[in-house]
């Protein structure tokens, strides 16, 4: 299994991101995923997730209405499209699949 997480970077704040997470070894349209993130000093957050249909997506507070998560099946590839990205978005960001997790990605917000 294999969950690699693209796109990650500096941007100032007010930008946009967006991250990709790409699956493989596992049917990937049969399961949830789920993207995380942790800054320094603190613990690993859930930011968002995305039920296996993409029917059903879940949004930490303080990203609802700036974060949209969605998927490709057919790519095997899940997303999330951060807008109005602000200093305290920063942090390393790692999507969750199968059990398994991505290797993270720098994600930083700053003028």
């Known amino acids: 299994v294999q969950v690699v997480e693209f796109g990650g970077g500096l941007v100032q704040p007010g930008g946009s991101l967006r991250l990709s997470c790409t699956a493989s070894?596992?049917?990937?349209?049969?399961?949830?995923m789920r993207w995380y993130r942790q800054a320094p000093g603190k613990e690993r957050e859930l930011v968002a997730t995305?039920?296996?249909?993409?029917?059903?997506?879940y949004f930490l507070n303080s990203v609802k209405d700036r974060f949209i998560i969605s998927r490709d099946n057919a790519k095997n590839t899940a997303y999330l499209q951060m807008s109005s990205l602000k200093p305290e978005d920063t942090a390393v960001y790692y999507c969750?699949?199968?059990?398994?997790w991505g290797q993270g990605i720098q994600v930083t917000v700053s003028s």
């Open positions: 070894g596992f049917t990937f349209s049969n399961y949830d």
């Open positions: 995305i039920s296996d249909t993409g029917s059903t997506t």
């Open positions: 969750f699949a199968y059990g398994y």
